[in-house]
């Protein structure tokens, strides 16, 4: 099984050394090349077989458990796996390849990783987004080694004369105890190669007790070195010969065209060669380009100058207008009235009537940028009927796809190749750079790069909803909440692919609206009409965040009008230890995976509140000006809770002491990416919360750069962040990991805020809402 | 089948060579002013035709059904996606 790398194949990525990308040209080259490595065969597809069912196999193009796709077995006993999924921080392209060696008994020193290209037939679905790597592929990687390993345990045993049960294979060799005889796997290659793989359901997969690196955090990201070194290779990197550099003025409005422009100007600029308009779709047209008017140069900054001289005049269209306090005001009157009913359990309006006190919350989000480190950027060659691509992708096989139909050219015909992505958040689920790329060099008959700057990022990018979430609770004479009414309204990442649009889609409620978990005798949850007026798309932790910021600060709303402490309060909505019952929800919407294998399960939920309280230190006491704040929530089929400190000193100064997150993610393979993607949720909550507001006037994004979204530096960072993993079950499937420590930080801050100074955030960001 | 090594080797480095010299000559080696990555809020060469449409509301959708029978099938596409996967 040979895919190693013909370097001639891939170009631009000649400085890649332990990570490598694959292609399938270069597969086969390699093949008939080397010939020396095992098990390669025809590539052939099996639907994986999993002790616990997942939604993986209702992804486009499901799983695939192969051994010869995804292993090779290089002469000297180098193992080569391959990772399918995209790199951009959360380390799956080592977690996943681990867990086949793991299984398979390599020796993970003597194991290199490969990146995979784009192709879901092969590899099977590759959308490294809605945190599901793990999730979906812990077993079918687990099959996969264990399939390498019964085939090299058959090669040796044939080898020997004796039965298959006399061998094992222990740390890159297969041993036959009774005899003391032992065979590296590099000898046993070629032989094993020649086995049948074995079927999944009879596949013995390794006792938990015997792992020795999953669940161990001991593995350094095969990245690592690279990145922390500078010698990273992300998609700006990537230099072909005779390439051309593009930037492109799109529109600034959402839906608008260019009406004329003059390129004279920017063709005086030393460097520029070409300036040409490009084609856009009209809105909502899924990811294609937005179009504009491209300048063509010898280099990116040359092609920006060239941009800046332009003079063009633009038809802003239909969203001319959108101006986003007017838009506010427009999202909460239609809070305050009666919206589409998507989950009702008992009488709301008769309890809120009957209840001793009635507490009304309601909060703003404003829009997000998702502002990746690394911004949108793809380099494509494209020669008559073919095309390859060089780009920071999450979807590595649905941008071959929308590639291939916006040249129009079969599928067959495009090679994605996935750099290391410099943060994704989302953003780069959405392929519109890397078909600008194709078009551009389609058009110009050369490789082109095209480059979004930062002020691109912000402006023409796909945001984070902007929402209003209003929440109606009403009490008894006890202090019980009888009551619980919940309208959300928001725009729907569903308008950027329908046009008529005007209610959230199922995956969007089902972010903590309808699962609201609460043991809470009155619940009605309702969904007001929102249109969009720019382009919505997926944000790490999408509609989870207005959401916990929501239901999570009307926690503290009604712990503080009741005269009870957050955590109580929280725990006693929670209420008592049961799988939720959501038969009042049409389509519920469980993150895609089957509710028996994933329920609602509120003895997780309060486990988590319990341990963070715990090792946090709940209750105890803060210096003047400090406040503790926590808040839960599920997400992504896992379980959060978070505690944060604050101190706001008297001119309204905001710090964060400390943060603590307990997280419940079900079986898990490397707890220090766990411990990362925390603390990274952490700054990144911490930033939207301060800062984050991309607004509009007169159609267009205000926001450029980080002086006006800022992120948050060193300085304002969380001074300590500890983090706690429930040790998971021995049946407890896996759950996501990279988003869901996002949605609970804000609610746990604002919490903290008002226990420090009284006052409550309902807006963010917070901004200088504590200098008043 | 076993594999040469050794003219594997010397193969795969002369292709990185090459590979090099070509990318080293590919961009311009003077970098671009640094004021050029910073490019005005809004472009001094850029406005907008005056517009007509009405303000933008919570009620009324603005975008529009495409025509284009790719686009329409992307869409269409998307939406069964979304609609049973979330993603």
């Given at each position: 099984m040979n895919i190693r790398?013909?370097?001639?194949?891939?170009r631009g990525f000649?400085?890649?050394?332990?990570v490598e990308n694959v292609s399938r040209r270069s597969v086969l080259k390699g093949l008939g090349l080397a010939?020396?490595?095992?098990?390669?065969?025809?590539v052939m597809s099996r639907t994986a077989f999993a002790a616990y069912e997942t939604g993986a196999d209702k992804m486009p193009h499901g799983t695939v458990v192969d051994p010869r796709v995804f292993v090779a077995i290089a002469p000297d006993g180098v193992v080569t796996i391959v990772a399918h999924r995209a790199e951009m921080g959360t380390g799956v392209r080592t977690s996943l390849p681990l867990i086949v060696a793991e299984e398979m008994e390599a020796d993970w020193s003597r194991v290199r990783v490969q990146q995979a290209h784009g192709d879901e037939v092969k590899f099977?679905?590759?959308?490294?987004?809605?945190?599901?790597s793990t999730r979906h592929y812990l077993m079918p990687m687990r099959q996969i080694g264990a399939s390498a390993r019964t085939m090299l345990e058959t090669a040796a045993a044939k080898r020997w004369g004796v039965?298959?049960?006399e061998v094992k294979a222990v740390n890159h060799e297969v041993v036959h105890s009774a005899s003391g005889r032992r065979i590296g796997f590099g000898d046993l290659a070629a032989d094993a190669a020649k086995e049948s793989v074995p079927s999944v359901e009879g596949l013995k997969l390794k006792?938990?007790?015997?792992?020795?690196?999953?669940?161990?955090?001991q593995i350094s990201i095969v990245d690592l070195r690279d990145i922390t070194v500078g010698a990273a290779r992300y998609g700006a990197d990537v230099r072909l010969p005779g390439m051309k550099y593009a930037v492109i003025a799109r529109p600034?409005?959402?839906g608008g065209k260019v009406a004329s422009f003059d390129g004279a100007e920017a063709m005086k600029?030393?460097?520029?060669e070409k300036v040409m308009e490009v084609r856009g779709w009209p809105?909502?047209?899924?990811?294609?380009p937005l179009g504009g008017v491209a300048v063509i140069a010898r280099n990116t900054g040359a092609a920006i100058k060239g941009r800046d001289a332009l003079k063009i005049v633009w038809d802003?269209?239909?969203?001319?207008?959108?101006?986003s306090v007017a838009y506010r005001a427009e999202l909460e009157a239609a809070a305050r009235k009666p919206g589409l009913v998507v989950r009702k359990e008992g009488d709301v309006e008769a309890a809120l009537k009957g209840a001793d006190k009635v507490i009304v919350g309601e909060y703003y989000l404003p829009h997000l940028a998702h502002v990746a480190m690394e911004t949108p950027v793809a380099v494509a060659d494209v020669k008559g009927d073919k095309a390859e691509i060089w780009a920071p992708v999450q979807s590595a096989g649905g941008t071959r796809e929308d590639v291939a139909k916006s040249l129009g050219i079969?599928?067959?015909?495009v090679t994605v190749n996935v750099t290391l992505l410099g943060?994704?958040?989302?953003?780069?689920?959405?392929c519109d750079y890397a078909i600008e790329a194709a078009l551009l060099s389609k058009e110009l008959g050369a490789p082109v790069k095209v480059q979004w700057t930062r002020e691109d990022d912000v402006r023409n990018g796909f945001l984070h909803t902007v929402s209003v979430e209003r929440i109606e609770a009403g009490l008894d004479k006890s202090g019980k909440v009888t009551a619980w009414r919940h309208r959300s309204v928001a725009p729907s990442i569903a308008s950027t692919f329908d046009a008529g649009t005007l209610h959230q889609a199922p995956f969007e409620l089902g972010m903590g609206l309808v699962d609201?978990?609460?043991?809470?005798a009155n619940v009605q949850c309702e969904n007001p009409e929102a249109a969009a007026h720019a382009r919505i798309g997926w944000f790490r932790s999408v509609s989870n965040i207005p959401r916990a910021f929501a239901v999570q600060s009307m926690v503290g709303e009604l712990a503080h009008a009741t005269n009870r402490d957050q955590k109580t309060m929280l725990l006693e909505l929670i209420g008592s230890p049961r799988i939720v019952k959501?038969?009042?929800?049409?389509?519920?919407?469980?993150?895609?995976?089957?509710y028996d294998s994933y329920p609602i399960d509120t003895a997780r939920l309060r486990k988590v509140v319990e341990l963070v309280a715990d090792k946090g230190g709940w209750g105890r006491s803060v210096p003047k000006g400090h406040g503790l704040g926590i808040a839960a929530h599920r997400s992504f089929v896992s379980y959060i809770a978070t505690i944060v400190e604050v101190a706001v000193d008297d001119k309204g100064k905001l710090t964060v002491p400390r943060v603590d997150t307990a997280i419940d993610?079900?079986?898990?393979?490397?707890p220090e990416r766990i411990q990362s993607q925390i603390e990274g949720t952490a700054i990144m909550g911490l930033s939207l919360a301060k800062h984050g507001a991309i607004t509009f006037k007169d159609g267009k994004v205000q926001q450029g750069n980080f002086d006006d979204f800022p992120v948050i530096r060193i300085d304002e960072a969380p001074a300590v962040t500890n983090v706690y993993i429930v040790p998971p079950g021995p049946d407890t499937p896996p759950s996501g990991v990279?988003?869901?420590?996002?949605?609970p930080f804000a609610p746990a801050l604002i919490n903290a805020i008002f226990a420090a100074t009284g006052k409550r955030i309902r807006a963010l960001p917070i901004g200088k809402q504590l200098e008043a | 089948m076993k594999p040469n090594a050794t003219a594997l080797a010397v193969s795969l480095l002369s292709s990185m060579l090459l590979l090099n010299t070509e990318a080293a000559t590919a961009e311009t080696p003077s970098p671009p002013?640094?004021?050029?990555?910073?490019?005005?809020?809004?472009?001094?060469?850029q406005t907008s035709l005056p517009n007509q449409s009405p303000p933008a509301t919570t009620t009324q959708t603005t975008g529009e059904a495409s025509r284009d029978p790719m686009v329409k099938k992307m869409n269409e596409d998307e939406k069964q996606k979304v609609d049973t996967k979330g993603k």
């Amino acid at each position: 099984m040979n895919i190693r790398t013909n370097p001639g194949k891939f170009r631009g990525f000649e400085q890649y050394i332990r990570v490598e990308n694959v292609s399938r040209r270069s597969v086969l080259k390699g093949l008939g090349l080397a010939g020396g490595f095992v098990l390669a065969a025809p590539v052939m597809s099996r639907t994986a077989f999993a002790a616990y069912e997942t939604g993986a196999d209702k992804m486009p193009h499901g799983t695939v458990v192969d051994p010869r796709v995804f292993v090779a077995i290089a002469p000297d006993g180098v193992v080569t796996i391959v990772a399918h999924r995209a790199e951009m921080g959360t380390g799956v392209r080592t977690s996943l390849p681990l867990i086949v060696a793991e299984e398979m008994e390599a020796d993970w020193s003597r194991v290199r990783v490969q990146q995979a290209h784009g192709d879901e037939v092969k590899f099977g679905n590759q959308d490294t987004d809605g945190s599901r790597s793990t999730r979906h592929y812990l077993m079918p990687m687990r099959q996969i080694g264990a399939s390498a390993r019964t085939m090299l345990e058959t090669a040796a045993a044939k080898r020997w004369g004796v039965p298959a049960t006399e061998v094992k294979a222990v740390n890159h060799e297969v041993v036959h105890s009774a005899s003391g005889r032992r065979i590296g796997f590099g000898d046993l290659a070629a032989d094993a190669a020649k086995e049948s793989v074995p079927s999944v359901e009879g596949l013995k997969l390794k006792d938990p007790k015997d792992f020795r690196y999953l669940g161990k955090g001991q593995i350094s990201i095969v990245d690592l070195r690279d990145i922390t070194v500078g010698a990273a290779r992300y998609g700006a990197d990537v230099r072909l010969p005779g390439m051309k550099y593009a930037v492109i003025a799109r529109p600034p409005v959402t839906g608008g065209k260019v009406a004329s422009f003059d390129g004279a100007e920017a063709m005086k600029v030393s460097g520029v060669e070409k300036v040409m308009e490009v084609r856009g779709w009209p809105w909502p047209s899924k990811f294609q380009p937005l179009g504009g008017v491209a300048v063509i140069a010898r280099n990116t900054g040359a092609a920006i100058k060239g941009r800046d001289a332009l003079k063009i005049v633009w038809d802003d269209g239909a969203n001319g207008k959108y101006d986003s306090v007017a838009y506010r005001a427009e999202l909460e009157a239609a809070a305050r009235k009666p919206g589409l009913v998507v989950r009702k359990e008992g009488d709301v309006e008769a309890a809120l009537k009957g209840a001793d006190k009635v507490i009304v919350g309601e909060y703003y989000l404003p829009h997000l940028a998702h502002v990746a480190m690394e911004t949108p950027v793809a380099v494509a060659d494209v020669k008559g009927d073919k095309a390859e691509i060089w780009a920071p992708v999450q979807s590595a096989g649905g941008t071959r796809e929308d590639v291939a139909k916006s040249l129009g050219i079969p599928e067959d015909n495009v090679t994605v190749n996935v750099t290391l992505l410099g943060g994704g958040f989302g953003r780069k689920s959405k392929c519109d750079y890397a078909i600008e790329a194709a078009l551009l060099s389609k058009e110009l008959g050369a490789p082109v790069k095209v480059q979004w700057t930062r002020e691109d990022d912000v402006r023409n990018g796909f945001l984070h909803t902007v929402s209003v979430e209003r929440i109606e609770a009403g009490l008894d004479k006890s202090g019980k909440v009888t009551a619980w009414r919940h309208r959300s309204v928001a725009p729907s990442i569903a308008s950027t692919f329908d046009a008529g649009t005007l209610h959230q889609a199922p995956f969007e409620l089902g972010m903590g609206l309808v699962d609201m978990p609460f043991e809470i005798a009155n619940v009605q949850c309702e969904n007001p009409e929102a249109a969009a007026h720019a382009r919505i798309g997926w944000f790490r932790s999408v509609s989870n965040i207005p959401r916990a910021f929501a239901v999570q600060s009307m926690v503290g709303e009604l712990a503080h009008a009741t005269n009870r402490d957050q955590k109580t309060m929280l725990l006693e909505l929670i209420g008592s230890p049961r799988i939720v019952k959501l038969d009042s929800v049409k389509d519920l919407w469980n993150y895609g995976e089957p509710y028996d294998s994933y329920p609602i399960d509120t003895a997780r939920l309060r486990k988590v509140v319990e341990l963070v309280a715990d090792k946090g230190g709940w209750g105890r006491s803060v210096p003047k000006g400090h406040g503790l704040g926590i808040a839960a929530h599920r997400s992504f089929v896992s379980y959060i809770a978070t505690i944060v400190e604050v101190a706001v000193d008297d001119k309204g100064k905001l710090t964060v002491p400390r943060v603590d997150t307990a997280i419940d993610c079900g079986t898990y393979v490397n707890p220090e990416r766990i411990q990362s993607q925390i603390e990274g949720t952490a700054i990144m909550g911490l930033s939207l919360a301060k800062h984050g507001a991309i607004t509009f006037k007169d159609g267009k994004v205000q926001q450029g750069n980080f002086d006006d979204f800022p992120v948050i530096r060193i300085d304002e960072a969380p001074a300590v962040t500890n983090v706690y993993i429930v040790p998971p079950g021995p049946d407890t499937p896996p759950s996501g990991v990279g988003e869901p420590g996002v949605p609970p930080f804000a609610p746990a801050l604002i919490n903290a805020i008002f226990a420090a100074t009284g006052k409550r955030i309902r807006a963010l960001p917070i901004g200088k809402q504590l200098e008043a | 089948m076993k594999p040469n090594a050794t003219a594997l080797a010397v193969s795969l480095l002369s292709s990185m060579l090459l590979l090099n010299t070509e990318a080293a000559t590919a961009e311009t080696p003077s970098p671009p002013s640094t004021t050029a990555t910073r490019p005005a809020t809004t472009p001094p060469g850029q406005t907008s035709l005056p517009n007509q449409s009405p303000p933008a509301t919570t009620t009324q959708t603005t975008g529009e059904a495409s025509r284009d029978p790719m686009v329409k099938k992307m869409n269409e596409d998307e939406k069964q996606k979304v609609d049973t996967k979330g993603k």
